[in-house]
């Protein structure tokens, strides 16, 4: 493994750990997604297989050890928690991410990202369960028709088992703005810039 990985990765496995360390996670977590997005194609799957997946693995352990215990929790280390959950690979743990993501935004209900995580899980449960995802969250990436440059697309999504104003709640796109995003996305080679469309809509 390349030594600058090494280094990297040392700093996202934490021995041990406690409530007031659920933001640290949580901003260990997203750094990982953002280190993620400025690799170049050809290092992203090692990236995820020995970088990745062994952070998540060990914060979602760290996760479940403190929410045994923890008490008093703010919306924003409930949120916090659920996304490390979304990040599991159990049907336990998308379970997990809607429940804390759910207790987030009734503590806090202009806890917008919260809202939107409460949406993504579901549709991650359901997905895991083999049932069709209802908001359009969750993407996967396929060779195009063309054989030219692999793009995003929806994963076994009913595009009619929400309505856009339930969507709009959850700060979904309506569904006319997630099918233009993809048709753009579709156009671009670099799998960075497909993401970044996908996520701002720019």
């Known amino acids: 493994m390349n030594k600058k990985w090494i280094l990297f990765a040392s700093a996202f496995f934490i021995a041990q750990v406690n409530a007031s360390d659920l933001i640290k996670l949580y901003e260990e977590d997203q750094a990982v997604r953002t ?3 400025t690799l170049p194609n050809s ?4 990236y995820i297989t020995e970088i990745m997946l062994p952070g998540d693995k060990a914060r979602l352990s760290q996760i479940e050890r403190i929410l045994e215990t923890a008490e008093n929790l703010s919306s924003q280390e409930y ?16 379970k997990k991410a809607m429940e804390l993501s759910q207790t987030s935004v009734s503590l806090d209900p202009s806890n917008t990202n919260a809202s ?9 449960y ?6 069709p995802q209802i908001w359009g969250t969750q993407l996967k990436r396929k060779m ?6 692999k793009i995003y697309y929806l994963e076994n999504f009913d595009k009619d088992a929400r309505p856009d104003e339930q969507r709009k709640v959850c ?9 233009s995003r993809l048709e753009k996305m579709a156009n671009l080679k670099n799998r960075n810039k497909q993401y970044s469309l996908w996520k701002t809509g720019t």
């Open 35 to 37: 280190h993620l997005r």
């Open 43 to 46: 290092e992203v799957k090692k």
């Open 79 to 94: 949120f916090a928690a659920a996304m490390i959950m979304q990040h599991g690979s159990e049907l336990s743990h998308y």
């Open 116 to 124: 939107w995580l409460s949406c993504a899980a579901e549709d991650r």
């Open 126 to 131: 359901l997905l895991k369960l083999g049932k």
């Open 144 to 149: 195009n028709a063309a054989g030219t440059h």
């Open 171 to 179: 700060g979904i796109p309506v569904l006319s703005e997630i099918e």
